[in-house]
T-cell receptor, first 113, second 114 residues
């Protein structure tokens, strides 16, 4: 089935460690996005990419890094510089050539202790 | 993107229709009304979108007023699994350039009771 896969669903890390969240899509979408969601809050955009080897900062990019080496994959690294990394992270993708919707993965809940 | 206003919460009985309102009085002519929902601890799920005509799919119906300043999402026969936060978003249809971001507000929490 076509869709977006995020892994793992739950992730625990010690403070000061970098951690990479995986996002893969087989929808042939050009654009991919990373959002962060905190309890009771809306989604905030971290990074997005509209083409391979290019990406743009969103509203809260500090402390995060991304890469887009393949169209299908857009991993997010939460670095030790991110002050409050514990959150629910959502990956999404969309086409760019038509009026469309965005598709979301099931999310990764990161807990830093 | 135009802002939207939704009630904080509502409930309905299982098997009845759930009518979720959304106000978007500053909507522009090229902006669509999108609805997503988010079940607890899952990613948002696309439901439906429309420009000015009413739309229906297997999940829901979207009724947009003639002046496009408000809309209603209708779940015709709500089930317990429809309990979720529903987001009404107004935006242009293409995800390019400055329009790359989806802006989610607080949404409306729908509780379906047995």
């Amino acid at each position: 089935d076509g869709g977006i896969t995020q892994s793992p669903k739950y992730l625990f890390r010690k403070e000061g460690q970098n951690v990479t969240l995986s996002c893969e899509q087989n929808l042939n979408h050009d654009a991919m996005y990373w959002y962060r969601q905190d309890p009771g809050q809306g989604l905030r955009l971290i990074y997005y990419s509209q083409i391979v080897n290019d990406f743009q900062k969103g509203d809260i990019a500090e402390g995060y890094s991304v890469s887009r080496e393949k169209k299908e994959s857009f991993p997010l690294t939460v670095t030790s510089a991110q002050k409050n990394p514990t959150a629910f992270y959502l990956c999404a993708s969309s086409a760019l050539d038509r009026v469309t919707e965005a598709f979301f993965g099931q999310g990764t809940r990161l807990t830093v202790v | 993107d135009a802002k939207t206003t939704q009630p904080t919460s509502m409930d309905c009985a299982e098997g009845r229709a759930a009518n979720l309102p959304c106000n978007h009085s500053t909507i522009s002519g090229n902006e669509y009304v999108y609805w997503y929902r988010q079940i607890h601890s899952q990613g948002p799920q696309y439901i439906i979108h429309g420009l000015k005509n009413n739309e229906t799919n297997e999940m829901a119906s979207l009724i947009i007023t003639e002046d496009r300043k408000s809309s209603t999402l209708i779940l015709p026969h709500a089930t317990l699994r429809d309990t979720a936060v529903y987001y009404c978003i107004v935006r242009v249809g293409y995800f390019t350039g400055a329009n790359s971001k989806l802006t989610f507000g607080k949404g409306i929490t729908l509780s379906v009771r047995p």
